[in-house]
């Protein structure tokens, strides 16, 4: 597609399940990041992908986060045994290289509420 | 402390007025985003800056880096622009010496621009 696409768009779900947070990136992107953006606040940074490797999961809040990109192009972020502060959109957007100067492509995000 | 501060954190004007939304950092950065996030969450990327000044269209956005401050104008404002404007900083590592891998943000500004 043209641009980065994220599924789903809502999730809903219980305290204590599993979910799974889908991240399309432009075609041809190598860097990929994931944010959180609680109601209110801006995003925060999770964790960024350079090809399939994360090379930098410092944003990861806890060890029930964990992302993966196994072919270098779709992501996905897991997170186990949900809390309700997980509750948040989850935001993924990609650039075509790394450096710093590189403009950052947003998905729509994912809302994740946790009951 | 927040390394990303903006003010106003909300602001409502008429239409055709002037807009100016501030940001400022308290680190060392290799590069400025300013974003805007529309209601339902979609983020675009409207300047990167490291110096000087950038316009595009009614849009400008200025950065001082003796000062760590940046601007983001809008002139002839129009009720198509009220939206959340988000500073974004990408921070220098103190490791590479080139740019830390995610964007830091501010809380963004939430601006109304009423016909």
């Known amino acids: 597609g043209a641009g980065v696409s994220q599924t789903p768009s809502n999730k809903v779900t219980e305290k204590g399940k599993y979910v799974e947070l889908r991240c399309d990136p432009i075609?041809?992107?190598?860097?990929l990041y994931w944010y959180r953006q609680s109601l209110g606040q801006g995003p925060e940074f999770l964790i960024y992908?350079?090809?399939?490797?994360?090379?930098?999961d410092s944003g990861l809040p806890n060890d029930r986060f964990f992302a993966v990109r196994p072919e270098g192009s779709v992501s996905t972020l897991k997170i186990q045994r949900t809390e309700r502060g997980d509750s948040a959109v989850y935001l993924c957007?990609?650039?075509?290289?790394?450096?710093?100067?590189?403009?950052?492509?947003f998905g729509p995000g994912t809302r994740l509420l946790v009951l | 402390k927040n390394e990303v501060e903006q003010s106003p954190q909300n602001l409502t004007a008429q239409e055709g007025e002037f807009i100016t939304i501030n940001c400022s950092y308290s680190?060392?950065?290799?590069?400025l985003h300013w974003l805007q996030q529309h209601p339902g969450g979609g983020i675009v990327s409207l300047f990167m800056?490291?110096?000087g000044k950038k316009k595009h269209g009614r849009l400008i956005a200025t950065i001082n880096i003796q000062e760590k401050h940046s601007s983001l104008h809008i002139t002839a404002s129009h009720p198509r622009d009220s939206a959340v404007y988000i500073c974004?900083?990408?921070?220098?590592?103190?490791?590479?010496?080139?740019?830390?891998?995610?964007?830091?943000f501010g809380k963004g500004t939430h601006l109304i621009i009423q016909p």
């Open positions: 680190v060392g950065i290799s590069a």
């Open positions: 800056l490291s110096s």
């Open positions: 992908f350079q090809g399939t490797g994360a090379a930098d």
């Open positions: 957007a990609s650039s075509l290289g790394r450096g710093p100067r590189q403009t950052q492509y």
């Open positions: 974004a900083v990408r921070l220098l590592s103190t490791y590479s010496g080139g740019g830390a891998d995610g964007l830091t």
């Open positions: 075609s041809g992107h190598t860097a």
